[in-house]
Structures are given as structure tokens and as C-alpha cells.
């Protein structure tokens, strides 16, 4: 007896059809399955189904949402962000890691999120939170799948404990990558910065996924210099960049050159879709090849007031911004919050396909384009083959959070 019969969705472009799912996988895609095979049957009523937002930019443990309201100012750079935020930890503390990740893994998975990728700070508090994020990941491992960056978000060079201690300590603990912010901007010794960082990737056989917000030839010298210590300690498709601000408004002429060394070194984009500067484009990444994956970045915390773990939302924001209209451009858009990161991140087994993941999100809308602009929370969240939310309520299976 199979565990779950989806029946009448409409998946890809168009076709109608039942999804019979066992043991956390599809087994058997095809219209007309006899009912008397699974243990469950839902009706998918004609709409359509997607294999699940892959939001691969979170900060999960730092949230002001599910709490009281907090007015706080924000300053108006990166760095003076960064400044504020310590300052706020002086005062305040470490926020609850555990609560904050439980708030923002339960409006992820509401809103059709089925894999999640977050940045857990290493650099104020050594390695609290990377504790805080664990325990809720273990909590949620049932419905939904996170993978985790040690990152120092003052960057690596000023971290409150000793780095080559730290984070390789992450790693053993079971953060699978390093992060760390603007070797320029932010550490302001670039050169020590991206080769610390590359070389306790090496010695720990992490990946890295690296924050940089520089712009222009600032952006360009860092990347020059991730690409230089990835040849040196043979990191190729082990790299993710954010944001890269730096390949936005690129001629092609010059992207030409930078999408070689991103696709000789298998160097992942992600972007989390800024409206205050100008990010990379998707239509050109697509053009040259480019892996390009977006994410939903902060929610409500101390570096902006935005989002609610919403890719939905997300994926509208990219396409409306890049000024898309067309049906096709539209869900390029929201593919590039799916298979897009889902590439980047080099997930396996994603996607609707007969023995693909069970992680799939049912919407009442005939296509991606309409989803992507309606706006409804979905009709259905299935992850690993098990019904997590419908209606945009979440199924008991998903933990909440109590002291
Ligand atoms: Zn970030």
C-alpha cells in the first residue's frame, strides 16, 4: 500500500494528472491511478502543482516577527547596519535562536517552502546559535529540508572568538557551509579574509556561500580572489555567491569574462532581490549560463523591516522589478525560486518526476504566472510525501514552539 495519491493536478506546462507517492518519493505519475492504492487521497481539484519553493538565503535565527512589535532605526549602508547591529547585541544579548527559526520554519512551509537554506551568525556569539539552529532543524526534519552557513556576519576577520577554531567547530557540529561578508567592505584585508575563508573550507571539506554586496571593481577584486583560492584549493562547484551587486548593470562584453570563471569554477548566483540597489539580472545570467537561485533574506530583523519568509512574494519582486510582463518572463521568474535555486544548491532529486522528492506545493491557479501574481497561500503543502499545511494552516505534524 502506497502512503499518498494526489489526484487531478496540473504540473508543468499544462497536462492533468494523479501523483502516487511512497516512502517520501514519487513513484508513478499518470492520470486515471486507481484510488484503492494509497493510504491517502487528496483531491488536487485541477490545480497546479509545483515541486516547492527552495528559499536558499535565510537568516533563520534572527527575527523581531512572532514576538512584540520592536521600533528600531535602521541605519542606511550595509555597514552601518553591521555597526547597529552589534551595538543592539551589546545591549539586548543573543536573540532565541530556537523560537526565532520555529517562527520563521512555520511561515516558510505555510507558504509553500520545502527546502531552506540559512546563514547562522559565528561571529558574536562563537557558536550559540549555530546550537539554536540545529535544534530546530532536528525538530523540523520531518517537514522540511535545511541545510546551514556558519557565517560571520561582521566578517571573518572580526569575529569575537578565533576563526580556525569556531568555525571548523560549526562544521564538526554539522553546518555544512562557510559564509562571511565583503572582504573589502567589511574585513578591509581582502586578501587574508577570502583565504582564511577558502582554507578552513579545504581543511573542514565545507562549501562556501559568501555574502558580497561590494559593487563595481570593489565587488570585482573579491571575486577575483574567491576564483584565484578556489583554483588553489580545488573548491570548484563547491562555491555559492549572494547577491554579487557587483554583475548588476554588467555589459555583456565584461559579464562574458566573469560568467566563464562562474561556470569553469561551478559558482552558483543567489539573489535575495534588493529594492534599495541594483541586483544581477536573471534575463542575463540565462543568456550566459549562469546558475541563478533567489532567496528571501532577512524577515523583520536588524538589518530591514521586510518579508515574511514569503519565496512567493520573493519570485513577484524579481519579476517585478526586472520589469517582466510577458507569461513566459513571469515564470521565468519563478522558476528561478525553484530549479534555479534548487540548482544552485545542488539538491538532488528535485523536481516532479517519477522517483523526484515527494516535496510538492498545490496552488488554486491554472499556472506558475498566476500564482506568481494572485498571491494566495497554497492549497496544499506536501513535503516528503506527508500533507504539512492546507489552506495555508499548517498540519499538526509541524512543530510550534513552547518555553
Ligand atoms: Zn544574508
Known sequence: MNDLLLKNVVIHDGEQTDILINDGYIKKICAGQDEQTAKKILDGKGYYAFPGFVNAHTHPCQTFAGGKWVDYDYPDTVNKRAKAEKEYYDVHGKMNGVKNCYVQFREAIRRGTTYLRGHIDVG????????????????????????????????????????????????????ESIGGADPCDRDRDPVRSVELTMRLASETNADIDLHLHEFGEMGKFSFDLIVKNIKKYNLQNRVTISHAWFLANCSDEKYQNIANELNENGIGLITHVPGHVPFPSLKQAKRFNVKYGVGTDNMRSLWGPYGMNDMRERVMLLAYLSDF???????????????????????????????????????????????????????????????VAREGKLEDCVPSYSD
Open 124 to 175: 558574536f556569539f562563537g557558536l550559540e546559535e549555530v546550537e539554536d539552529a540545529l535544534k530546530a532543524r532536528e525538530d523540523f526534519k520531518d517537514v522540511l529540508d535545511v541545510d546551514y552557513v556558519a557565517m560571520p556576519s561582521n566578517g571573518i576577520l572580526n569575529m569575537t572568538t578565533d576563526p580556525s577554531i569556531t568555525i571548523p567547530q560549526a562544521v564538526k557540529m554539522g553546518v
Open 325 to 387: 510582463r510577458k507569461r513566459q518572463d513571469l515564470e521565468m521568474a519563478f522558476d528561478a525560486g525553484t530549479y534555479g535555486s534548487a540548482e544552485v544548491l545542488r539538491i538532488t532529486d528535485y523536481g516532479i518526476k517519477e522517483n523526484g522528492k515527494a516535496d510538492l506545493v498545490v496552488y488554486q491557479a491554472e499556472n506558475r504566472a498566476q500564482i506568481l501574481l494572485e498571491g494566495n497561500l497554497p492549497y496544499f503543502v506536501i513535503k516528503k510525501g506527508k500533507l
